[in-house]
């Protein structure tokens, strides 16, 4: 299995980025999705989900500026970031959890990240 991120890059307060996520080898089957970022210092957190059941989940911190989804195969994963803010600042992942782990099991695939810089 193999998640390659990319779209990262530097942007000033209140710009827009696109980052995308190419999955190869996962199973056949509905798989959980997520964006993942950790920023300098702090702890990996969650920032939006796309479930196997095509529910969508966000971090507070992300409702209404960030948008995540999916191509119709299925192979490539979206997080649109819009109203980009300082506090954004982080490498962002993207990851995977087959369907035969169970919802609350950890994502068991992860890509190598990308850095997204918001200036002022």
């Known amino acids: 299995v193999r998640l390659v991120e990319s779209g990262g890059g530097s942007v000033q307060t209140g710009g827009s980025l696109r980052l995308s996520c190419a999955a190869s080898g996962l199973p056949n089957g509905r798989n959980d999705f997520g964006w993942f970022r950790q920023a300098a210092g702090k702890t990996r957190e969650g920032v939006a989900e796309?479930?196997?059941?095509?529910?969508?989940r966000y971090a507070d911190s992300v409702k209404g500026r960030f948008t995540i989804s999916q191509d119709n195969g299925k192979n490539s994963l979206y997080l649109q970031m819009n109203s980009l803010k300082f506090e954004d600042t982080a490498i962002y992942y993207c990851?995977?959890?087959?369907?035969?782990?169970?919802?609350?099991?950890?994502?068991?695939?992860w890509g190598q990240g990308t850095q997204v810089t918001v200036s002022s």
């Open positions: 990851a995977a959890r087959p369907w035969w782990l169970s919802r609350n099991a950890e994502y068991k695939y």
């Open positions: 796309i479930a196997r059941n095509g529910s969508l």
